[in-house]
């Protein structure tokens, strides 16, 4: 099992990013995908959920109407936008594989963003 993100980002403030997280070795619609993040200095912060079996998604009240989940199962790859970026969304990304028996059972190797101006 592999979860391979993005490279790191570098955006001002007010822009988006785009964070993409691809699957491999399992099937991809069997399981959840989340995002979790952690700013420097801070505890795991989780952000939302995507079904990638129906495009379902949930997500954390402190980010509803700024982040958006998408996937293409074509490709086995989650897509986690988030907008209207300020500084203190400056952090490292992660993507995790969940499902409600084992939990989070893979994480990729997180994508550092930095909002600076």
């Known amino acids: 099992v592999q979860l391979v993100q993005s490279v790191a980002e570098l955006t001002n403030p007010g822009a988006s990013v785009k964070v993409s997280c691809k699957a491999s070795g399992y099937t991809f619609i069997s399981y959840y995908i989340d995002c979790v993040r952690q700013a420097p200095g801070q505890g795991l912060e989780w952000m939302g959920r995507i079904d990638p079996e129906d495009g379902g998604t949930k997500y954390s009240?402190?980010?509803?109407?700024r982040v958006t989940f998408t996937t293409d199962t074509s490709t086995s790859t989650t897509y986690v936008e988030l907008s209207s970026l300020r500084s203190e969304d400056t952090a490292v990304y992660y993507c995790?594989?969940?499902?409600?028996?084992?939990?989070?059972?893979?994480w990729g190797q997180g994508t550092e963003v930095i909002v600076s101006s």
């Open positions: 995790a594989r969940y499902d409600t028996t084992t939990g989070f059972s893979s």
């Open positions: 009240p402190k980010f509803q109407g």
